[in-house]
């Protein structure tokens, strides 16, 4: 599961509209729309607004070796 999956699935777990979740969040509903779509390029600091309204947070994690 990748992030977007992750997040439309807690959004309609909470049965939140993508609209609901972009002005709980603070960010713009094409945010929210290219977020659920996996858009490569969307910012980390927003996708953690986002995630903390479920009061979760993306972090690095360092790759352990082999």
């Known amino acids: 599961m990748n992030i977007g999956e992750y997040l439309r699935a807690k959004r309609k777990l909470y049965n939140l ?18 977020l659920e779509q996996n858009k490569p390029t969307v910012q980390m600091d927003k ?15 360092k790759i352990q070796n082999q």
Not at 51 to 60: I, K, N, V, W
Request: charged share 25%.
């Open 17 to 34: 509209s993508q609209i609901e979740l972009a002005e709980r969040a603070g960010v713009g509903i094409r945010f929210v729309r290219e």
């Open 47 to 61: 996708v953690n607004q986002v995630l903390a309204l479920f009061g979760e947070e993306m972090q690095p994690v």
